[in-house]
């Protein structure tokens, strides 16, 4: 049988180079003629064995000279015990219960003296560290004791607690030479060898010398005394010699790799590659809270008991073995000491891809246009662009009309990369449960810099000038010429005139702000406008409280607002009769906003100077005084790319994580990663009664809430609803079945 990749907590991996080297020395240790099995622990062959295991050890942990190192038969289940035999001076100890190995630490030394639990994560299944910057340390304690790094249930201190003064011991089992360490931190600090350096059966103690005297507890037997073991150099008694020797192989190994600081970044880099498919997997999902995840072991669940032991059982016929996770946490655990090659990792992870279900998050989306690359190039590989509506996850557009489309059951989310959504049939959408993006103020500069630019066509007649100029027969004298009929093409300067805004947003906000530098006195209406848009206004500008106003005192009006029924045909014959003579109308927003058949007589009359307008029809092409560009407002690379950007970057964010960020039928709703087991987001009519019945079915379910949030808008509202385990089938039909559901969607 070809070699397996063994993912086991304990006794686990060991480097294939040591294992070929005690293999080759196994009948003739170095000229002995025997092997380190049969040798006396008292040779000198042994002897120069352990001193240069100590050696190495101590030039690979940086280990003060005040420090001794044990090699202690046993496990770290034995220093349980003897750690409160040898410390406990007053009989208090303080312990933080951060997984099984932690408690029954604690529990082995409440047999001692008073062991205080002043910090514990049993309350989430010790799926995090829990905050240790200010404990309640006993005043008397003798020691703070950790376990650093939980083997079942993956979680790592990051930061060693605040001991106030007291010492500090540690169960560093999981993670011993995973990173460099600042031993003098610790007054012990000690592991099991059979998880990330030798064969079972040792512990290496690490001791800070005035903690070893020969005051101890009654009755401490003389093998469980660090003293008896430090002054006779670990060789009291026979120790664990081969272990101790294999040891010394990986100390070795360590050393040739590049020492801790390179064992920890090959043992990030592994971790990353476990973790990151776990972050965007349909199937799997790591039970730790981010921040505190272990590099050395990583549970990992289905949230279906009979799936995780057929992929157990599955993965151990590929040759990925040792992956059933420990009976309190359930599905799958992946230890990847240092001795995992980072192969063994990403075969894991391929592995993974081919399960049922267990691929990497592959949503697909339907441009109905052109979508910059710099947007689309955003989805990475787990996305898949498709021209079939039927399969789409997503459905990006700009300008393709949506309202005569049957759009399937499949379909989540539309992202309108640009701010309008006129041609998106809003309110279907949310009855059927989409959420409909637009990108607010991706185009912004765009269409402010036409803006300005229309002010400037409308001031001054450039673009007659520039066609007489084109079509003047006589281009011999053309200068002459020029010097002559310039004055029919002269206009006027917008410095000093009044500028009148209706519509203070993305767009608004900006013409506003750049009008003021070209020297206008700016007017701004919004009675909407929103906190963010207000702290982007320049002071000068004069906030209007009516739109008479604006009407009756600006020399340029343009209009920024979106077409709704309130705001359709809102320029019409009553408001061109309350302008000023003379007065330049701009329209870059939607051109049903102004009543252009009131606005050709307003034209007429003299009342209005010039129109200027992004939006061709028949009615106001070719018209004198109308100035109409081919919708060029966000037709610039820039605009197309920011908006393709944010659309993207909407659409992950919902797909992979539930979160809304301006959508134009559903209510923001953010509650970022989900570190939870599970989560679900529910879309449903904004009415009474929704989260009683939501909160009942998971509750019947024995499924516990994690975290919630509801938001609604108008007659709409989203649920996101983070639980403690996945949730059933059957939770999730009764839940879709609910009246005024439109659609339930697992995250995770």
């Known amino acids: ?44 062959a042994f002897q120069e064995i352990i001193d240069t295991a100590e050696k190495d050890l101590r030039e690979l942990m940086n280990i003060p000279d005040n420090y001794k190192v044990l090699f202690l038969q046993g496990g770290a289940s034995q ?40 910090a514990s994560s049993e309350d989430k299944t010790f799926s995090y560290i829990p905050d240790c910057s200010d404990l309640p340390i006993s005043p008397d304690a003798d020691y703070v004791y950790i376990c650093e790094n939980n083997t079942i249930y993956g979680t790592k201190f990051k930061e060693l607690p605040n001991t106030k003064g007291k010492t500090l011991v540690a169960d ?14 610790y007054g012990i600090i000690y592991g099991g060898v059979q ?19 020969e005051d101890v507890l009654p009755g401490t037997p003389t093998m469980l005394t660090y003293k008896t073991h430090a002054d006779a150099g670990s060789l009291y008694n026979t120790p664990n010699a081969y272990c101790i020797y294999v040891c010394g192989k990986v100390f070795k190994w360590l050393k040739k790799m590049g020492g801790l600081e390179e064992m920890k970044k090959r043992n990030e880099e592994k971790a990353k590659i476990l973790y990151d498919f776990l972050d965007s997997s349909k199937l799997f999902h790591g039970t730790v809270v981010p921040k505190d995840r272990s590099l050395m072991n990583v549970p990992f669940v289905t949230g279906d008991k009979d799936m995780d032991a057929k992929f157990v059982k599955e993965a151990k016929a590929a040759g990925l073995v040792n992956l059933k996770g420990h009976r309190t946490v359930g599905g799958m655990r992946a230890s990847i000491y240092n001795a995992m090659p980072k192969e063994g990792v990403e075969a894991l992870v391929a592995f993974m891809k081919k399960i049922r279900g267990g691929e990497c998050i592959m949503f ?18 787990e ?34 990369a640009g701010a309008g959504v006129n041609n998106i049939p809003v309110d279907a959408c949310a009855e059927k449960g989409i959420v409909v993006f637009n990108t607010p103020g991706a185009n912004a500069n765009g269409v402010k810099e036409l803006v300005l630019a229309g002010m400037l066509l409308a001031s001054r007649d450039i673009v007659g000038g520039i066609e007489w100029v084109a079509h003047e027969e006589d281009k011999e004298h053309i200068d002459k010429l020029a010097e002559k009929q310039k004055k029919q093409f002269a206009g006027c300067e917008i410095s000093g005139k009044k500028l009148g805004i209706i519509g203070l947003g993305a767009i608004g906000a900006m013409v506003a702000n750049s009008a003021t530098h070209l020297g206008m006195e700016v007017y701004g209406y919004d009675p909407f406008i929103s906190i963010d848009a207000a702290w982007n206004l320049s002071r000068t500008i004069k906030h209007s409280k009516s739109l008479d106003e604006i009407y009756s005192q600006c020399d340029y009006i343009t209009i920024h ?9 809102m320029i019409d014959k009553e408001a061109f009769t309350k302008m000023k003579e003379g007065v330049v109308l701009l329209n870059f927003a939607r051109d049903l906003l102004v009543d252009e058949e009131a606005l050709i007589e307003a034209l007429d009359s003299g009342k209005v100077k010039k129109y200027v307008t992004d939006f061709a029809n028949p009615l106001v092409a070719g018209r004198p005084g109308i100035l109409v560009t081919p919708h060029l407002g966000a037709s610039t690379a820039e605009s197309e790319e920011n908006c393709a950007v944010m659309a993207v970057k909407e659409v992950r964010d919902f797909l992979e994580n539930g979160n809304i960020k301006n959508s134009v039928n559903f209510p923001n709703c953010d509650m970022g990663t989900c570190i939870a087991v599970g989560r679900i987001t529910i879309c449903h009519k904004n009415i009474p009664n929704m989260i009683s019945q939501f909160t009942k079915i998971l509750g019947s379910e024995g499924l516990n809430i994690a975290d919630m949030t509801n938001k609604s808008r108008g007659s709409y509202a989203y649920t996101i609803i983070d639980l403690e385990s996945a949730a ?9 079945a609910i009246e005024g559901v439109s659609k339930v969607r697992v995250i995770k």
């Open 1 to 44: 049988m070809s070699r397996v990749y063994n993912f086991s907590a304990g006794p686990a991996v060991l480097p294939e180079e040591v294992l070929k080297e005690v293999a080759d020395e196994m009948m003739d240790y170095n000229g002995t003629g025997m092997s380190v099995m049969e040798m006396s622990h008292r040779s000198a």
């Open 79 to 118: 220093q349980f015990a003897m750690i409160p035999m040898n410390l406990m001076k007053n009989k208090v100890a303080d312990y933080i219960v951060t997984g099984q190995w932690a408690k029954k630490a604690y529990q082995e030394a409440q047999k001692y003296g008073k062991a205080n639990k002043i």
């Open 172 to 185: 560093v089992s999981s993670c011993f030479l995973s990173e460099p360490v600042d031993v003098s931190k």
């Open 195 to 213: 998880k990330n350096i030798g064969p079972a059966g040792m512990v290496i103690a690490i001791i800070r010398e005035d903690l070893i005297t």
């Open 364 to 381: 697909q989306y339907k441009c109905l246009n052109p979508i910059s690359q710099t947007g689309l190039g955003l989805f990475g590989e």
């Open 383 to 416: 996305y898949k662009q498709t021209e079939d509506l039927n399969n789409a996850d997503a459905v990006l557009v700009r300008s393709a009309k949506m309202h005569d489309m049957e759009l399937p059951e499949h379909v989540k989310v539309i992202a309108r």
């Open 561 to 569: 607002v979106p077409l709704t029924d309130n705001t359709r045909k």
């Open 728 to 736: 059933s089938k059957e939770a999730l039909d009764e839940l879709k």
